[in-house]
């Protein structure tokens, strides 16, 4: 191929956005899902075999997410996002046979090499560029705008999972500031606690943590105004009081434990607050003295639980995803065992989406799959489960549901799929095929093999005609 010397452009911020790329500690990482699940929607709504998720660093582009590819890095000077992180905009290359910047790539001479590329930049919350959400293909071609607007909106997701871990960076820097600040306010009370007192009480007054000192037996001796402001008891009405009487009811953390302990407090409302509590002890003069150092930890349980939400959350219908499906459909077979009544699987296939998506374009589709998942939920009791398996493939359970009903709900469902639709200006209709398999408390099959009774079910009606319901064989073989 000769020797071919490639460059690439240097960003004036590039310091910068080296120091945040390497702050977030995701080069060289294993793969994750909240990036997997990007590439390869960007596969599906783009119909190309190739997406990724790039970050460039230095003198390298290294691929957080694949689908379609195994290289894991390349050098930066055959990257095309080396030049997608300079713009503020999506970069799109058609053909790159036909563009200077990359016609002598090797990535673009070698067989079945790339043709079209299309990248969208994902940048810190300061703007600045980490590298790109990319959607590649080995043919020329053109790109909608609709197709484009998905790629930005997915490209909108990992930028908001790259801005949730500058916040979590943020809150380790701080807590650890804070930690430093809280171990050499230690070291100060244990060596020099009579002689730098008002020193130390006005490190503790100005303390972002609550502080409260107790003795021997619990009685409040010091609390400090982020106590106050935390727990709500001005400063006199806590002193001299039982501290498991006013904010630790359920009794105190262990004393001179070296790790922090979550624990939930009372506030002077009544409502509880988790913190996290450190607990020092002090002998002065003869007498035990406690520091308990108090961190109210709301925002990072709340960040926690909307991690784990996301986690289980089909992004685009804002059903259960695969995964809880994967966690609820266990417990709720335990529960037919133990109930002894029955439940039903439904596992749908829309009829005719793909025709939708290409008549009409993936912004439409996805409208579509919004309707029906709401329509979905409105049908069934608050108690039954509707969640979006992939695609347009849709998984119902139905908990202590009459067996001999079950296959005319599934037919009146049918019937309500089928019902027109307006989606913008597109007058839409699908329809969709249904399989079904029942597990009963005898049952002795797993989650894996109802779920997969139901799909070939579901199979088995698109086969004889679609737009209809087909009753699984039981787990034994009758039907």
């Not at 053109?142 to 484009?148: D, G, K, R, W, Y």
């Not at 600040?181 to 002689?195: V, W």
């Not at 004393?255 to 302990?261: G, H, K, L």
């Not at 139905?398 to 007058?427: C, H, R, W, Y």
Request: charged letters at 25%; a negative charge; aromatic letters at 6%.
């Amino acid at each position: 191929m000769g020797d071919i010397t490639m460059s690439y452009p240097i960003a004036p911020d590039e310091d910068a956005r080296l120091a945040a790329l390497y702050e977030l500690e995701l080069l060289d990482t294993p793969d994750e899902p909240a990036f997997d699940r990007v590439t390869r929607l960007v596969t599906k709504l783009l119909s190309v075999p190739i997406s990724t998720v790039t970050l460039i660093d230095a003198k390298r582009q290294w691929i957080k997410s694949r689908v379609g590819v195994e290289t894991r890095e390349t050098s930066r000077d055959v990257a095309f996002c080396a030049y997608t992180i300079m713009a503020t905009e999506p970069m799109v290359v058609n053909d790159a046979r036909q563009d200077p910047r990359f016609a002598h790539n090797p990535f673009v001479t070698a067989a079945d090499g790339i043709r079209f590329y299309a990248g969208i930049p994902l940048c810190t919350s300061k703007g600045l560029s980490l590298g790109s959400l990319c959607a590649i293909d080995t043919k020329p071609r053109a790109i909608s705008e609709n197709q484009l607007a998905a790629l930005k909106d997915l490209a909108a997701i990992v930028t908001d999972e790259i801005h949730l871990r500058e916040r979590l960076v943020l809150e380790k820097k701080n807590v650890y500031a804070s930690q430093q600040a809280l171990n050499e306010l230690h070291r100060s009370m244990e060596c020099q606690i009579e002689r730098r007192t008002n020193e130390l009480n006005l490190v503790i007054e100005s303390a972002y943590d609550a502080y409260i000192s107790i003795d021997a037996h619990d009685v409040i001796l010091d609390w400090n105004r982020a106590a106050e402001m935390m727990f709500g008891w001005p400063r006199k009405a806590a002193l001299a009081r039982p501290i498991t009487q006013l904010i630790f009811p359920a009794g105190l953390p262990t004393a001179n434990d070296p790790a922090a302990i979550e624990f939930m407090a009372r506030r002077y409302d009544g409502n509880e607050l988790p913190v996290e509590v450190r607990v020092k002890k002090l002998m002065i003069e003869g007498r035990e003295r406690r520091s308990l150092f108090i961190h109210d930890i709301t925002e990072r349980q709340q960040l926690e639980r909307l991690r784990d939400q996301q986690a289980r959350e089909d992004v685009l219908t804002k059903l259960p995803n695969r995964r809880a499906l994967d966690e609820r459909l266990p417990q709720a077979m335990a529960r037919t065992r133990r109930t002894e009544q029955p439940l039903a699987v439904l596992f749908m296939d829309l009829d005719g989406f793909k025709a939708i998506n290409d008549a009409h374009g993936h912004a439409v589709g996805d409208e579509l799959l919004r309707v029906i998942a709401k329509r979905l939920v409105q049908a069934v009791r608050e108690t039954d489960y509707v969640a979006r398996w992939a695609g347009d493939e849709f998984v119902l359970l139905l908990e202590g549901s009459d067996p001999t009903a079950i296959e005319n709900l599934a037919n009146k469902l049918v019937q309500m799929i089928e019902e027109p639709m307006t989606v913008g200006d597109a007058a839409l209709n699908v329809s969709v095929s249904i399989g079904v398999a029942m597990y009963l408390p005898a049952g002795a099959e797993t989650a894996n093999e109802l779920l997969k009774r139901a799909d070939v079910a579901m199979y088995d009606a698109k086969h004889f005609g679609k737009a209809q319901v087909r009753i699984a064989q039981s787990a034994d073989g009758a039907c």
